[in-house]
Nanobody
Framework: QVQVVESGGGLVQAGGSLRLSCAASGSIFSINDMGWSRQAPGKQREYVAHISRGGDTNYAASVKGRFTISRDNAKNTVFLQMNSLKPEDTAVYYC??????????????WGQGTQVTVSS
């Protein structure tokens, strides 16, 4: 089993910055893609960004140029640097991890979420 734990959420004023972290731990063979999604009140969960093991990144149009995803493969950790935050970025942010097993399969894990609130 793999555990995924996010941290770094909080309350920030519009225009401010926050950095989220997410660490995977447990019986890990290899972590492939890592990413972030978010869910605002009353809305469906939406994609934010992801990063491959090799460092290739992709972003939702709504955050491109403001958010930066990065990772530390040695620590099985992914980060989301969020700058120029807007009230519409307010949401619970979830980390997701693709774990490549010794059996050659890929298991998907989600964290419990961390709240980000941006005040206007």
């Amino acid at each position: 089993q793999v555990q995924v734990v996010e941290s770094g959420g909080g309350l920030v004023q519009a225009g401010g910055s926050l950095r989220l972290s997410c660490a995977a731990s447990g019986s890990i063979f290899s972590i492939n893609d890592m990413g972030w999604s978010r869910q605002a009140p009353g809305k469906q969960r939406e994609y934010v960004a992801h990063i491959s093991r090799g460092g290739d990144t992709n972003y939702a149009a709504s955050v491109k140029g403001r958010f930066t995803i990065s990772r530390d493969n040695a620590k099985n950790t992914v980060f989301l640097q969020m700058n120029s935050l807007k009230p519409e970025d307010t949401a619970v942010y979830y980390c997701n991890v693709d774990h490549f097993t010794t059996w050659g399969t890929t298991d998907h894990y989600w964290g419990q979420g961390t709240q980000v609130t941006v005040s206007s």
